[in-house]
């Protein structure tokens, strides 16, 4: 009998329960997939795998200069992807982090720029708490859309975003232009007490790494201890069991956007008032799309996404590398991630199925 | 017996570690009416799965008309013969008769259309074929689903649990088409656990139990307490006796409440009137979309109503209609869904933390965190108290089979020590012993001083459980009527809108 070839291929079973292996396993996987596919691109562009290789993965990791940049990108990706993970977790999908962050830059420079001859130690904390409240309200804009008109929070939050960057050109262009600045869309410079307090000498590392940390385990408190993490999981999990609890919905997506604007706000006054030290253009290298990734390869769990928030990092700044060594296009690092993120998705749908091959051993009649 | 139409030798089919079929062998003789008989989650789906080929055996042979068959696909299984009506119906509500029967069968409309008619001429299968499907009764869907089934030509049709979605009038008449089409030469392999239904109609039943055939008898000849000893392996548990009714105070009460769904495919509910007191059990009947999901949402305060219509929902006396469930709960009501993975709890959490969905007022919470001790306390409790089959209380409860997921849920809510208990299908998918269990358990907690309201598609089970039933159709309620004072017919009546129902319900 002919059979279809379709009938071949194998076949998706949901397990008993979720591999532990499969999860662990995952992120793994994906980064060979995406380095295998990544560096057959590079191939195919001519360019010399064995070199690419050492700039972008390697590089970072061997001298002191890179590592400690390494660890300064970790800062906001961490914050971020944090809070996304949060909302992920609860199945609303805050994809405008890039807005809020933006957002969080404005605020926090409000200070500095209004009060230029400001001083005191509580001046940075002052600004960092301002951002994190700037990054907030820029997210509830949408959950009030969201909860108000059901307005789908991924186009709300996105498009948010391109307001938030015109936003902050308008305010470089025009009211907040720095008058000696040449003309530059730039802001003045922050006076030093501004500045976040830098945490390693000789380095651009600042103690908003360390709140990064601390906010990690705040995050892993809530979602793995705290009844109100739960309540938020119950609801991205299973949405009717939630209403059958009387878990409020509405609640939860309030929640999860207004965490995840917190993070993201606090992450970009950390940006200004740390390596910047003013508000400019080009304050966010794409942060805000970068922590989406790293917060899902980081399987949306504070401790995984530490790892994938530090590792993220280092593909930042072995990107950089490899575009001056190793003469890669500049959306060579936007092409990876994105594989990476398509083949973590492709291998997390192993956490939950196993492949089974249809084989023929049944058909003995006789 | 002449050559069998179908014959399994061996048959056998696991799934990890469960073994659902072990070394089957039947024998369908042609133009016979053959029940297969068994308990939830002896095996009978998975047999038929195998035999309409949605499922590949492990092992064993199958012969059809005595040349080797193989089981490969639905598609094989149609194009030898074999038909089957699944229990749950896959139609197209927006398409009509003759639409959806195009979608499968080839032809031009119009033949089609005469054909239809022709069939349901001939077996009793009367159905419009230019009416849109969302418009037909569940019955007349039935019939679609058989006509369907009976373009093709089979020889055999098997027939899926396919009196659990009718009331006892219309059963009848399917009983009526069934015979036609056996003396019409088409061989029907008929799935049900309702024994007197198998000894009015069937020639032979196979009797599974445990993955195995226990049994292989004429069932006329066997009164329905044999077949149930073949069914469950020992005699059936005497229920406890229901106190006298004492007329307690009122804990649930629901006055003239009209209520007009958002979804246009949702049932509207008009005047709706109940009231459930302690020490009382309603039991309300009717046939599942009659406005089930409807009303036990808006009880439960999944559905709550606008502010306009105020003093329609009281419980324990406050008028609790723009209450949202957490308010309800917190006057002491609970509730046992219909739907148990994804509404009563969530597959992919382990027990302990389903545990904590509803119960976590009982100081499962410390400042705000999970006690974990307490929980896992509470939910080793429950899965002992109501013998919760499974690994343990980290096991996922996607992973428990529907029966001991039910058992959890109900000892979950139970547990709460409700003022008012609410159970939506109390023993669906639940196996006979567990299920009596279940209904002991209520009754005794109705003795104790408990209001009880059920809502169920088991007449038998309405019966030994409520003090009160009321029928649920179209969107409306029946008048209580005394349980004991009533007979099945009359229930029936109500269940197909065949009496008015008169005035409003008197609560």
Same mark, same amino acid.
């Given at each position: 009998?002919?059979?279809?070839?379709?009938?071949?291929?194998?076949?998706?079973?949901?397990?008993?329960?979720?591999?532990?292996?499969?999860?662990?396993?995952?992120?793994?996987?994906?980064?060979?997939?995406?380095?295998?596919?990544? &560096?057959?691109?590079?191939?195919?562009?001519?360019?010399?795998?064995?070199?690419?290789?050492?700039?972008? &993965?390697?590089?970072?990791?061997?001298?002191?200069?890179?590592?400690?940049?390494?660890?300064?990108?970790?800062?906001?990706?961490?914050?971020?992807?944090?809070?996304?993970?949060?909302?992920?977790?609860?199945?609303?999908?805050?994809?405008?982090?890039?807005?809020?962050?933006?957002?969080?830059?404005?605020?926090?420079?409000?200070?500095?720029?209004?009060?230029?001859?400001?001083?005191?130690?509580?001046?940075?904390?002052?600004?960092?708490?301002?951002?994190?409240?700037?990054?907030?309200?820029?997210?509830?804009?949408?959950? !009030?859309?969201? +909860?108000?008109?059901?307005?789908?929070?991924? &186009?709300?939050?996105?498009?948010?975003?391109?307001?938030?960057?015109?936003?902050?050109?308008?305010?470089?262009?025009?009211?907040?232009?720095?008058?000696?600045?040449?003309?530059?869309?730039?802001?003045?410079? !922050?006076?030093?007490?501004?500045?976040?307090?830098?945490?390693?000498?000789?380095?651009?590392?600042?103690?908003?790494?360390?709140?990064? !940390?601390?906010?990690?385990?705040?995050?892993?408190?809530?979602?793995?201890?705290?009844?109100?993490?739960?309540?938020?999981?119950?609801?991205?999990?299973?949405?009717?069991?939630?209403?059958?609890? $009387?878990?409020?919905?509405?609640?939860?997506?309030?929640?999860?956007?207004?965490?995840?604007?917190?993070?993201?706000?606090?992450?970009?006054?950390?940006?200004?008032? $740390?390596?910047?030290?003013?508000?400019?253009?080009?304050?966010?290298?794409?942060?805000?799309?970068?922590?989406?990734?790293?917060?899902?390869?980081?399987?949306?769990?504070?401790?995984?996404?530490?790892?994938?928030?530090?590792?993220?990092?280092?593909?930042?700044?072995?990107?950089?590398?490899?575009?001056?060594?190793?003469?890669?296009?500049?959306?060579?690092?936007? +092409? !990876?991630?994105?594989?990476?993120?398509?083949?973590?998705?492709?291998?997390?749908?192993?956490?939950?199925?196993?492949?089974?091959?249809?084989?023929?051993?049944?058909?003995?009649?006789? | 017996?002449?050559?069998?139409?179908?014959?399994?030798?061996?048959?056998?089919?696991?799934?990890?570690?469960?073994?659902?079929?072990?070394?089957?062998? *039947?024998?369908?003789?042609?133009?016979?009416?053959?029940?297969?008989?068994?308990?939830?989650?002896?095996?009978?789906?998975?047999?038929?799965?195998?035999?309409?080929?949605?499922?590949?055996?492990?092992?064993?042979?199958?012969?059809?008309?005595?040349?080797?068959?193989?089981?490969?696909?639905?598609?094989?299984?149609? /194009?030898?013969?074999?038909?089957?009506? =699944?229990?749950?119906?896959?139609?197209?509500?927006?398409?009509?008769?003759?639409?959806?029967?195009? @979608?499968?069968?080839?032809?031009?409309?119009?033949?089609?259309?005469?054909?239809?008619?022709?069939?349901?001429?001939?077996?009793?299968?009367?159905?419009?074929?230019?009416?849109?499907?969302?418009?037909?009764?569940?019955?007349?869907?039935?019939?679609?689903?058989?006509?369907?089934?009976?373009?093709?030509?089979?020889?055999?049709?098997?027939?899926?649990?396919?009196?659990?979605?009718?009331?006892?009038?219309?059963?009848?008449?399917? =009983?009526?088409?069934?015979?036609?089409?056996?003396?019409?030469?088409?061989?029907?392999?008929?799935?049900?656990?309702? @024994?007197?239904?198998?000894?009015?109609?069937?020639?032979?039943?196979?009797?599974?139990?445990?993955?195995?055939?226990?049994?292989?008898?004429?069932?006329?000849?066997?009164?329905? /307490?044999?077949?149930?000893?073949?069914?469950?392996?020992?005699?059936?548990?005497?229920?406890?006796?229901?106190?006298?009714?004492?007329?307690?105070?009122?804990?649930?009460?629901?006055?003239?409440?009209?209520?007009?769904?958002?979804?246009?495919?949702?049932?509207? @509910?008009?005047?709706?009137?109940?009231?459930?007191?302690?020490?009382?059990?309603?039991?309300?009947?009717?046939?599942?979309?009659?406005?089930?999901?409807? @009303?036990?949402?808006?009880?439960?305060?999944?559905?709550? *109503?606008?502010?306009?219509?105020?003093?329609?929902?009281?419980?324990?006396?406050?008028?609790?209609?723009?209450?949202?469930?957490?308010?309800?709960?917190?006057?002491?009501?609970?509730?046992?869904?219909?739907?148990?993975?994804?509404?009563?709890?969530?597959?992919?959490?382990?027990?302990?933390?389903?545990?904590?969905?509803?119960?976590?007022?009982?100081?499962?919470?410390?400042?705000?965190?999970?006690?974990?001790?307490?929980?896992?306390?509470?939910?080793?409790?429950?899965?002992?108290?109501?013998?919760?089959?499974?690994?343990?209380?980290?096991?996922?409860?996607?992973?428990?089979?529907?029966?001991?997921?039910?058992?959890?849920?109900?000892?979950?809510?139970?547990?709460?020590?409700?003022?008012?208990?609410?159970?939506?299908?109390?023993?669906?998918?639940?196996?006979?012993?567990?299920?009596?269990?279940?209904?002991?358990?209520?009754?005794?907690?109705?003795?104790?001083?408990?209001?009880?309201?059920?809502?169920?598609?088991?007449?038998?089970?309405?019966?030994?459980?409520?003090?009160?039933?009321?029928?649920?159709?179209?969107?409306?309620?029946?008048?209580?009527?005394?349980?004991?004072?009533?007979?099945?017919?009359?229930?029936?009546?109500?269940?197909?809108?065949?009496?008015?129902?008169?005035?409003?319900?008197?609560?």
């Amino acid at each position: 009998m002919s059979r279809p070839a379709l009938a071949l291929l194998p076949i998706l079973i949901r397990r008993d329960r979720a591999s532990l292996t499969a999860t662990l396993l995952a992120p793994a996987l994906a980064l060979a997939a995406a380095l295998i596919l990544n &560096l057959g691109l590079y191939v195919l562009l001519g360019r010399d795998p064995v070199a690419v290789v050492h700039a972008m &993965l390697l590089e970072p990791f061997l001298s002191w200069a890179s590592f400690s940049e390494v660890l300064l990108k970790t800062g906001p990706l961490l914050l971020i992807a944090q809070g996304l993970a949060i909302g992920f977790r609860a199945k609303v999908f805050n994809i405008g982090a890039e807005g809020q962050f933006i957002l969080g830059a404005i605020f926090a420079s409000a200070l500095p720029i209004w009060f230029p001859q400001a001083t005191g130690a509580w001046i940075w904390p002052a600004m960092l708490l301002l951002g994190a409240i700037g990054g907030a309200l820029w997210a509830s804009i949408t959950a !009030f859309w969201r +909860v108000r008109l059901n307005a789908n929070e991924i &186009l709300v939050s996105l498009m948010l975003s391109l307001v938030a960057a015109q936003l902050l050109y308008y305010l470089l262009l025009g009211p907040w232009k720095d008058p000696n600045g040449f003309n530059f869309p730039q802001s003045v410079m !922050f006076q030093y007490d501004a500045m976040v307090p830098t945490l390693i000498p000789g380095t651009r590392v600042n103690v908003s790494l360390l709140i990064a !940390f601390a906010l990690s385990a705040a995050a892993w408190i809530f979602m793995q201890k705290s009844f109100m993490g739960y309540k938020l999981q119950v609801g991205g999990l299973a949405p009717r069991a939630a209403g059958y609890a $009387g878990f409020n919905q509405g609640w939860a997506i309030w929640l999860s956007l207004l965490i995840g604007g917190f993070a993201a706000g606090l992450a970009g006054a950390a940006e200004v008032a $740390g390596p910047l030290g003013q508000l400019q253009r080009s304050i966010s290298t794409g942060y805000g799309y970068a922590a989406i990734i790293v917060a899902y390869l980081g399987g949306l769990h504070p401790i995984g996404i530490v790892v994938s928030a530090f590792f993220m990092a280092a593909l930042y700044i072995g990107g950089d590398n490899a575009m001056v060594s190793a003469n890669l296009p500049i959306a060579a690092v936007r +092409v !990876f991630q994105g594989s990476l993120l398509l083949a973590y998705l492709v291998a997390i749908t192993f956490v939950r199925y196993r492949l089974e091959w249809r084989h023929a051993g049944h058909r003995n009649t006789s | 017996m002449s050559q069998p139409l179908l014959s399994l030798r061996g048959i056998s089919k696991s799934y990890g570690a469960i073994r659902a079929n072990q070394e089957i062998d *039947l024998d369908v003789a042609p133009r016979s009416i053959h029940a297969i008989l068994g308990e939830n989650g002896a095996g009978k789906s998975t047999l038929m799965k195998l035999i309409y080929g949605v499922e590949q055996p492990d092992d064993g042979t199958a012969a059809w008309k005595g040349e080797p068959l193989s089981l490969a696909s639905p598609a094989e299984a149609r /194009h030898r013969g074999i038909g089957m009506v =699944f229990q749950h119906f896959s139609l197209f509500e927006t398409l009509t008769v003759v639409e959806n029967i195009q @979608l499968v069968v080839p032809g031009r409309k119009a033949e089609l259309t005469k054909r239809i008619r022709t069939l349901g001429r001939d077996f009793g299968l009367e159905v419009d074929p230019f009416a849109h499907v969302h418009a037909l009764s569940v019955g007349e869907r039935q019939r679609v689903e058989i006509i369907r089934c009976l373009m093709t030509n089979p020889k055999l049709l098997i027939l899926d649990e396919p009196t659990s979605v009718l009331p006892p009038q219309l059963v009848n008449k399917l =009983f009526d088409t069934l015979r036609r089409l056996r003396d019409g030469g088409v061989s029907i392999l008929f799935i049900s656990h309702k @024994l007197e239904e198998i000894r009015a109609i069937c020639d032979r039943a196979t009797i599974l139990r445990g993955g195995r055939v226990t049994g292989n008898v004429d069932p006329r000849e066997h009164d329905a /307490h044999d077949l149930a000893r073949m069914m469950i392996g020992r005699d059936m548990p005497e229920p406890i006796p229901a106190l006298p009714l004492s007329g307690g105070e009122r804990r649930l009460e629901i006055i003239g409440l009209d209520y007009t769904p958002d979804d246009p495919f949702a049932v509207p @509910l008009s005047s709706i009137s109940l009231t459930v007191r302690a020490s009382e059990i309603l039991g309300i009947a009717g046939i599942s979309g009659n406005g089930q999901s409807e @009303l036990s949402a808006l009880i439960s305060g999944e559905t709550v *109503l606008k502010r306009e219509q105020a003093d329609r929902i009281f419980m324990m006396g406050r008028d609790v209609g723009t209450l949202d469930p957490a308010a309800r709960r917190e006057l002491g009501f609970a509730f046992v869904p219909e739907d148990r993975l994804g509404r009563g709890a969530v597959p992919e959490m382990s027990l302990l933390l389903n545990s904590l969905l509803t119960a976590h007022p009982l100081k499962l919470l410390k400042h705000g965190l999970i006690n974990r001790a307490r929980a896992a306390a509470f939910t080793n409790d429950c899965i002992r108290q109501y013998d919760v089959r499974t690994r343990g209380p980290d096991a996922e409860a996607g992973s428990l089979s529907g029966g001991n997921l039910q058992k959890f849920i109900v000892g979950r809510e139970i547990m709460l020590a409700p003022k008012l208990l609410f159970v939506a299908q109390p023993t669906w998918g639940v196996d006979v012993g567990a299920a009596s269990a279940i209904r002991q358990r209520l009754i005794a907690l109705r003795n104790a001083g408990m209001a009880i309201l059920v809502i169920s598609e088991e007449l038998e089970e309405l019966f030994e459980l409520s003090d009160f039933i009321q029928v649920l159709h179209h969107g409306t309620l029946s008048p209580p009527l005394l349980a004991v004072n009533t007979k099945p017919e009359e229930i029936g009546r109500y269940m197909i809108g065949a009496e008015p129902a008169g005035e409003k319900a008197s609560a």
